[in-house]
Nanobody, 124 residues
Framework: QVQLVESGGGLVQAGGSLRLSCAAS????????MAWFRQAPGKEREFVAA????????KYVDSVKGRFTISRDSAKNTVYLRMDSLKHEDTALYYC?????????????????WGQGTQVTVSS
């Protein structure tokens, strides 16, 4: 079993930046992928970014390309999401997810473990 704990959310003005962190524990294999999803009120959970642990290949949803950067620190078992040029539309509860596969996925059902979420609120 994998436990994921997100941190770094908060309130920021449009155009500002935040860095989210997700610390993982209980992982037994290096063959996995991690991702960030977000869910705004009244909307479906949306894929944001993913990273394959072994090769550090990444994937982003189009709406955040050029603004968000996903990265990882293997020694700390931590994945990060650097968010720059934040927009009001980025306001959501951000979730960290873990998938026991070398293949990244944009689907929520593909991930086995989830954190409890960290709130990001971007004021207009």
């Amino acid at each position: 079993q994998v436990q994921l704990v997100e941190s770094g959310g908060g309130l920021v003005q449009a155009g500002g930046s935040l860095r989210l962190s997700c610390a993982a524990s209980g992982r037994t294999s290096s063959n996995f992928a991690m991702a960030w999803f977000r869910q705004a009120p009244g909307k479906e959970r949306e894929f944001v970014a993913a990273i394959a642990w072994g090769g550090s290949t990444v994937k982003y949803v189009d709406s955040v390309k050029g603004r968000f950067t996903i990265s990882r620190d293997s020694a700390k078992n931590t994945v990060y999401l650097r968010m720059d040029s934040l927009k009001h539309e980025d306001t959501a509860l951000y979730y960290c997810a873990h998938r026991l596969s070398i293949t990244m996925s944009t689907m929520t059902a593909a991930y086995d473990y989830w954190g409890q979420g960290t709130q990001v609120t971007v004021s207009s």
